[in-house]
């Protein structure tokens, strides 16, 4: 069985790590060692008792080390003062966003400022005196007065017109030390502002090759770094001749940082894996160092922070994918030398060093949030700022979940960093043999690399809009369903129960993403860059920002790019149905030629049945001459509803033709001579629309093909990375990231020997042409909905009038729960911050 070979080769792998190791040591993986052969049985996300690891929906693990402080929602930057006596902190996630001042010494929160607008950019004066932070696409800077601890009223520095009049949005701040001069740099217009901060009035405007992330200025103040995050570059600004220049380091340079004296520059490429380390007299890297936790291309360790310890000798490294901290001496630049890893929190953004104290600013905290009100309409005042009638619960959306924190982390001796390093090597499922060789077992459909061939030459895969298990699956007996949550279930959609029936019930699959920005590109690449990560929240915040996912902005790409690259590269035979095009047009190169332009992307008033049909056209077509491809992404995506917009398709009868749309697909393909060598694989890009009662993350995915198994139940933990994974195996593709390369594959779903039935439709147990008529408040909320693009309706109003169509208008709908992840060593604070 795959559950046996999986504990033995876990079992055999943590006993190698045995080797050399002290007795504590050898005890923190002797539990390891116990519970090897037990927690591919139905695991699920949140603490792991034996060892007080956080095993997140993923299968990553977090073990975060040192004391820590709550933060706000996604915090991407932190900034010492000159004296080190405050610490500010700008969150810039969906919900809330602000600005905090914290003691670092002391490790208390001071002052805390909520703001509407923020993005990255932040930067003491020289006296103290100011705090110069970004205002996002209100397109200023605001000129926060600091005193007694406290931020006191800001100044803005106008650059703009706000959002969308002017797309501008200042990233990287830097200042002078006499305080006259603030340079900013942004990510919208790609350019360099030059500001008078007394008179507040731009000086000098200067265009940059792409988007920019950060700025430093150099201790002479005659040169001006500035990391082009959408262009693999440095760029080098002389303060006094106005010229720029520039030098080409690795993929989505991000935060810099420069010793004391100014001769080495460090940058962070998080696309790469990799710092840069530039002598800043001859303007030539000298070094680039590998920050992944083994030799590897694949992107996924995304290095955004950098941090020198007082004497300059050891940089630490901030690996947001990877949940740790790199250490590399660099005493002798040219040199450098890797000293291990230091577990940390959640998507590390931030890093910074205050004598022996390392301090990390963990993005999505320690914690997947429980929301016990749950998605609760009440009714605000007037002037709240939101609408009458909304919810009141915008933190409890899965995309304002996850808190971050601030971690304080005591410098370790040599001998704390290697327990430190076998912790983060604990946490992490990717290792190099994966990556070569994937786990499995003799004879199974699904090869374990590319030297094995599968009797699967065909590949369906048909992404969905946003669901969760519960909503969908969740009255299904032998899967683990909170009934009380399913409102689609039997009678709406009879095929997606039919299919989990005839042949496999997933009921412990989470995706990858939060929202359907990173959702397409995490269920296409498995993986989306610090660009899509970063700045998804602010569009979705309702604070400017287009979408910049699915292809549409060259800077949200992957390095290598998607799987379709990856098929082109491989000579594997590929097409898109919907998928990364719009109006008949492919959003990505590698898709010109490669798409049916019939075939309509995002667009809910085009039903699914009629989205099958024109892929069942373009199949017959190409099936005649024998031209399928062998790889097919297919969008059917009404699912997603238009919520009670009065003559809208109701959420109901919107989700019922997404299921009829399934079905008549897999029905189609059976009877078709190419379904002895064909699988489909269905699942969400995202299940933000919904709640679940195991975590957030939850949704459905189903399977189906002669070499699926019939009349099953599994219940092995899989992602979206464990689909893709499973997809590259049959068509012999590389993995595309550490991602994939980790995910276990969905072997266990599959049987060595053909059952060749065919799949009737199954048909629908509703109306598909029932619209909405109802005027109420629902219905009078949903006017104000924009459908146009994925995720552009406030979630929690559109996931409550959903519930409200279906359960009532006066129906409240039920709390769901959330992983409840363990927060190691809470700081103790006996003062009520």
Known sequence: MLTAYIAKKQCLLLAGLLIDLTMKQKYLFSILLFIAAFKVQAQLPGKIQQTQQVLLPNGWKLSPAGRYLQLGDLPLNIQLSASG?????????????????????????????????????????KDEKTLYASGGNDNFILAFSISNNKIGKADTIKLGKPWPADKICATGIAVNKSNTILYTVTKEDSALYIIDPKTRAITSKVKLPAE???????????????????????????????????????????????????????????????????????????????????????????????????????????????????????????????????????????????????????????????????????????????????????????????????????????????????????????????????????????????????????????????????????????GNGDTSLCIFGQNVTPNHHAIADQFVLLDNFYVDAEVSADGHNWSMAAYATDFIEKTWPTSYGGRGGNYDSEGTRKAGDPRDGYIWDYCKRAGVSYRTYGEFAQDGEANIKSLVGHLCPQSPGFDLNIKDTKREQVWEHDFDSLLSINAVPHFNSIRICNDHTSGQRRGAISPIAAVADNDQGIGLLIDHLSKSSIWKESVVFILEDDAQNGPDHIDAHRSP??????????????????????????????????????????????????TATPDMAVYNVKPAQVNLEQRNVAVNESSKRSQSFNLAKEDKVPDLELNDVIWKYVKGENAIMPAPKRSAFVILQPKKDDDDD
């Open 701 to 750: 995915v189903l399977v189906a093909g002669p070499y699926v198994k019939h009349n099953a139940a599994i219940h092995h933990m899989y992602s979206t990375s464990g689909v893709l994974r499973t997809i590259e195996l049959i068509l012999g593709l590389p993995p595309m990231s550490q991602y994939d390369a980790a995910a276990l594959p969905m072997y266990d779903c599959f």
């Open 85 to 125: 006596k405050m610490l500010a902190v700008t969150n810039n996630g969906q919900s809330t966003q602000s600005i905090q001042l914290i003691d670092p010494v002391n490790e208390k929160l001071l002052d805390e400022k909520v703001v509407g607008k923020s993005w990255y950019g932040l930067a003491f004066s």
């Open 212 to 478: 920019a992330y950060s700025c430093l200025l150099s201790p002479d103040e005659k040169t001006l770094y500035i990391s082009i995050w959408g262009g693999e570059q440095v760029a080098f600004y002389n303060t006094e001749t106005q010229k720029l220049s520039n030098i080409t380091v690795g993929s989505h340079p991000n935060e810099m940082l420069l010793n004391k004296k100014g001769s080495w520059l460090f940058v962070a490429n998080a696309n790469d894996n990799s710092v840069a380390i530039i002598n800043t007299v001859t303007r030539k890297i000298v070094e680039t160092v590998a920050t992944a936790l083994y030799p590897t291309h694949l992107t996924g360790s995304t290095t955004n922070g950098l941090a020198l310890s007082a004497d300059e000798k050891t940089l630490y490294i901030a690996n947001a994918d990877n949940n740790c901290l790199a250490v590399f001496d660099v005493s002798k630049p040219g040199d450098s030398k890797s000293m291990g890893f230091i577990p940390v929190g959640w998507y590390p953004t931030n890093v910074k060093v205050l004598g022996k104290k390392i301090l990390v600013a963990n993005g999505k905290g320690f914690t997947s949030m429980a929301n016990p009100r749950g998605p609760q309409p009440v009714r605000k005042a007037d002037n709240s700022g939101y609408q009458k009638g909304a919810t009141n619960s915008k933190e409890q959306y899965i995309g304002g979940l996850f808190k971050g924190t601030l971690s304080f982390i005591d410098a370790p001796n040599a001998d704390q960093l290697k327990t430190y390093t076998e912790q983060v090597y604990a946490n992490t499922p990717f290792n190099e043999t994966e990556e070569k060789m994937a786990a499995g077992e003799a004879g199974n459909p699904i090869p374990r690399s590319k030297a094995d061939k599968s009797p699967i030459k065909y590949v369906f895969y048909i992404i969905k809009e946003n669901r969760t298990y519960d909503q969908v699956l969740g009255d299904m007996p032998k």
